[in-house]
């Protein structure tokens, strides 16, 4: 029986946030010395590089005055002659940067002893979708596991070819990396125990241990708001690598409130029913796919994809994955419509 089987067998029956926090800190190990793969499995790594068309990098002055990052992206476009698509057919399979410990985002069931052994959920979902456009080949996808504070030099370093993995849109990263049109919209929300004295995101945060991954929106915000008059600004911050590492602080007692996106967090309070949410979201964000900032001819194909999807296909993955945790009616969760774009 290899380690991974060994350590399924091992976790099934646990469920909920404990096996997934395991599996959290045992497959760092793994990822080590074992490459995350698709349905392929022929052993060998995919790498993702950064093409070689021109790409439009956002000036930081720009950012300054930039309202809308989400409708920066550029035009959608079916043609699959440019250099970043001819390498990846070239290839047969493309490499996505995930998460596997996001509950029905981007995780393995422990208790699944049909699929457990494979990546699900809703990023999961976009990610088959988008090599199914491309390649023809739902499956002609390689999944590599990436944490939070990863995700950008991962796609810089050329490891993967794009990430999706609940990445937030914003004109600070736009400056590293290129975004698609969303295909979700959430917003930062407050984490607590049940027991909790928090009452949200506002005063009641004071001299709390206040919890957020390192490369996250999330901490952004607290960062930003560590002053005079602000929720955050009597807050002790704790930075860890990985979001679901703030659960798992959370669950110990060392930190009393994670700052994250909604949407996630709902998923890990209906896992976990020693948690909730507190407070209503006090930020609008929209989550992209990031890729090069080359890979322009990349990005308007997946912005192809995202118009298509965002018509079939997308409302029965979030039926399938998110129902659940955030309710039957999607209305608040699908990108507004009147999508904008750049030539």
């Avoid at 981007?106 to 457990?116: F, I, M, S």
């Avoid at 990430?163 to 990396?177: A, D, H, L, N």
């Avoid at 952004?220 to 798992?248: F, H, M, T, W, Y």
Wanted: aromatic fraction near 6%; hydrophobic fraction near 35%; proline fraction near 5%.
């Amino acid at each position: 029986m290899s380690a991974v089987r060994r350590l399924k067998a091992g976790l099934r029956g646990w469920g909920g946030v404990g096996a997934m926090a395991v599996l959290c800190a045992l497959t760092v190990v793994f990822a080590l010395v074992l490459p995350l793969s698709g349905t392929r499995g022929d052993g060998s790594t995919g790498t993702g590089g950064p093409g070689v068309t021109r790409g439009t990098q956002v000036r930081a002055d720009e950012c300054d005055t930039m309202k809308d990052p989400e409708n920066q992206s550029l035009r959608p476009s079916s043609d699959d002659s440019g250099a970043t698509i001819a390498r990846i057919k070239e290839n047969d399979f493309i490499t996505v940067g995930v998460d596997q410990n996001s509950y029905r985002w981007g995780y393995r069931d422990p208790n699944n002893t049909e699929t457990g052994a494979e990546l699900e959920g809703f990023d999961i979902d976009l990610a088959h979708r988008i090599a199914e456009e491309v390649l023809g080949d739902r499956d002609k996808v390689r999944f590599k596991a990436i944490p939070t504070n990863q995700r950008i030099p991962a796609i810089e370093k050329g490891q993967v070819d794009m990430v999706v993995r609940t990445m937030t849109i914003s004109c600070k990263r736009m400056q590293e990396v290129a975004f698609s049109q969303p295909y979700f919209k959430t917003g930062q929300q407050v984490l607590v125990p049940n027991s909790s004295t928090i009452k949200g995101y506002d005063e009641s945060l004071a001299g709390m241990k206040v919890c957020a991954a390192t490369g996250s929106t999330a901490l952004s915000a607290l960062e930003a708001d560590q002053k005079p008059g602000r929720p955050a600004a009597d807050a002790e911050i704790i930075k860890v690598p990985n979001q679901l590492d703030c659960l798992v602080r959370l669950q110990l007692g060392e930190a009393d409130a994670v700052i994250t996106d909604g949407a996630l967090a709902a998923s890990q309070a209906a896992q976990d029913p020693t948690v909730e949410l507190k407070g209503a979201p006090f930020t609008t964000e929209y989550y992209g796919v990031a890729m090069n900032l080359k890979a322009e001819d990349l990005v308007r194909r997946v912005n192809q994809v995202l118009v298509d999807y965002l018509k079939d296909g997308w409302q029965d993955s979030y039926t399938n994955w998110l129902s659940a945790t955030l309710g039957p009616d999607s209305a608040n969760s699908r990108p507004p419509a009147g999508q904008q774009y750049r030539d």
